[in-house]
């Protein structure tokens, strides 16, 4: 059995594979910070705080059992389909940004998917609770098997690929949801025909952020997979 100082999880030239994704999240968390603090400066000109956007939307698309409530922190905004609760943190829920009113509209976009049934969501809360097992299991299972027997790595590895493959359903959704936001801005004039574009910015560069985190598992995986193959040899 070769050591895992040369061939293991963290001590070999498979390492390599992960760079290109690290710089992809780093650049994605500095992006949507820097693009979310940009936009948060400039209020929008028909005055709508992003918890007022959120109840219009919600009852022009006919959901009227989502509440619209405040949590602390930043950038912790999210919909809550279990006690159907759509969430804005701090800089979105009384703020009357650009930047906070796109926030808000792309929660209510999650609202209305799971309202009427997007396919993609749906398949992410079936496999949610799985994957949530899978999360917590895979490492300590994967470091068992870099350090006892190659059985525990296959099992760590194929728990992983649960968490990866919830990451690619999750872009879909996300980006659905953005979709769906912008859509609604427009239409209905939330935001001025020049605003529209700033909006669009703040959701691509959170987008990013899904992509960079699928793009760190795939990554982590292929890694896995090539570690895996080379104890077989």
């Known amino acids: 059995m070769r050591g895992i100082g040369t061939y293991g999880l963290f001590y070999d030239p498979t390492f390599i594979i992960l760079v290109p994704a690290m710089l992809l999240s780093l650049y994605a968390q500095s992006k949507v910070a820097s693009t979310f603090k940009k936009y948060s400066g400039y209020r929008n000109s028909r005055g709508y705080t992003g918890k007022d956007v959120a109840e219009m939307i919600l009852r022009q698309a006919g959901i009227y059992d989502v509440r619209v409530e405040h949590v602390r922190g930043r950038l912790t905004d999210h919909y809550d389909p279990r006690s159907k ?24 976009g999650h609202a209305i998917q799971h309202n009427t049934g997007y396919t993609f969501l749906k398949i992410r809360h079936a496999i949610f609770p799985v994957v949530n097992i ?9 470091l068992v098997g870099l350090i006892a027997n190659i059985f525990f790595l296959k099992l760590g590895i194929i728990l992983f690929a649960a968490v990866v493959l919830f990451q690619l359903v999750t872009l879909p959704v996300e980006f659905n949801a953005s979709n769906r936001a912008i859509g609604i801005l427009e239409s209905n004039a939330y935001l001025s025909y020049e605003e529209i574009v700033p ?6 560069a959170a987008a990013l952020t899904y992509v960079a985190a699928a793009a760190a598992s795939i990554s982590s995986l292929l890694r896995l997979l090539l570690i895996a193959g080379r104890r077989n040899d």
């Open 134 to 142: 899978s999360s917590k299991l895979a490492f300590p299972i994967i």
């Open 85 to 108: 609760v759509l969430k804005l943190s701090d800089a979105v829920y009384n703020n009357q940004s650009i930047a906070a009113v796109g926030v808000a509209a792309h929660e209510c």
């Open 199 to 204: 909006a669009k910015k703040v959701l691509s």
